[in-house]
């Protein structure tokens, strides 16, 4: 993605740039926090994604924090600058069990100031200790919503296996729903693994007959059940190669880049969703144009939209 400077209109407010969560004033609070959590070195690909929460936060800055639509009103326009945005930084080697439990305290400090934390993966380890770290001793009502390829059921420690610890931990599996999931990229033991949990496995075939925010209105009545936090991972990797080339697990077929900032935004919209995270976009491997690492700003952006439009 070039780095040459963006044109300056007075007229065109850009997003990003948001002040540290540390510097509001006592007892405010944010709307959206952002946190980075540079994970990568568990990863079973080689990746770079610790270059990535950087990379988003320059990206956000590409785009207007402006909604050219209403609720299909498209004569209105609707500033998300009457949210309260905030960043929290990012978490200082967040791989290893050390890193993890720093993750989960700088998220539940960010939590406890934001009404939504956004995550910025890293790889998709980030996914246990940030949910984790929100749900707090809220693990036996909480709900878990995937936009993944993968079921991420592995053994051991990695950025294949964070809904597997999730469940160890004492994730329901019944409230636990996985969109996305692909041919090819799994295997029969870890479906058997899904269905023995009682997870809800969506495949990537039924997002042809059914629209996504169908869908995901489904998952979040599955995850939000037991009137707990839902947590929703969106591994990038879900999408297909050709609008997320800097995902070293993407492959072509996987869905649009529309569908993934629709989940985006029905996550924003409903408050039962006090996290979100960002995952698996590498941006040391991104296309020329940072497609990848701009989709992932605009899905920052997306939530944020489902926010203001609650």
Avoid: K
Avoid at 50 to 71: E, G
Avoid at 95 to 122: H, K, M, Y
Avoid at 158 to 185: H, K, W, Y
Avoid at 204 to 210: F, N
């Amino acid at each position: 993605m070039g780095t040459a400077a963006l044109p300056n209109d007075p007229l065109w407010p850009r997003a990003g740039d948001w002040p540290p969560l540390d510097a509001l004033d006592a007892g405010e609070r944010a709307d959206l926090a952002l946190l980075g959590v540079p994970a990568y070195s568990t990863s079973l690909s080689p990746t770079g994604a610790h270059a990535t929460p950087a990379a988003i936060r320059a990206a956000l800055r590409r785009y207007s924090p402006t909604l050219m639509a209403d609720r299909g009103h498209r004569s209105e326009a609707r500033s998300l600058d009457d949210l309260v945005f905030a960043d929290a930084g990012d978490v200082v080697e967040p791989d290893g069990p050390e890193g993890e439990a720093r993750v989960r305290a700088a998220i539940a400090q960010a939590a406890a100031r934001a009404g939504t934390v956004v995550a910025l993966g890293g790889d998709n380890s980030l996914t246990s200790p940030v949910a984790l770290g929100v749900w707090g001793e809220r693990l036996p009502t909480a709900g878990l919503i995937t936009l993944d390829a993968h079921y991420d059921l592995r053994d051991g420690v990695s950025n294949g296996s964070p809904v597997r610890r999730l469940l160890e931990a004492g994730l329901d599996g019944r409230r636990t729903v996985q969109i996305g999931i692909a041919d090819f990229v799994n295997s029969s033991e870890y479906a058997d693994r899904a269905r023995d949990a009682g997870i809800t496995v969506v495949h990537r075939d039924e997002l042809h007959r059914r629209p996504m925010h169908d869908v995901f209105a489904e998952a979040l009545e599955i995850a939000g059940a037991a009137g707990g936090p839902i947590h929703v991972d969106l591994d990038v990797d879900v999408c297909d190669r050709a609008v997320a080339p800097g995902c070293p697990a993407s492959v072509p077929g996987g869905i649009s880049a529309h569908e993934l900032r629709q989940a985006a935004r029905a996550a924003g919209a409903d408050a039962r969703v006090e996290s979100v995270d960002l995952a698996e976009v590498d941006a040391t491997a991104d296309a020329p144009d940072g497609r990848t690492v701009r989709l992932a700003a605009l899905c920052v952006l997306e939530v944020a939209a489902g926010i203001a439009l609650r």
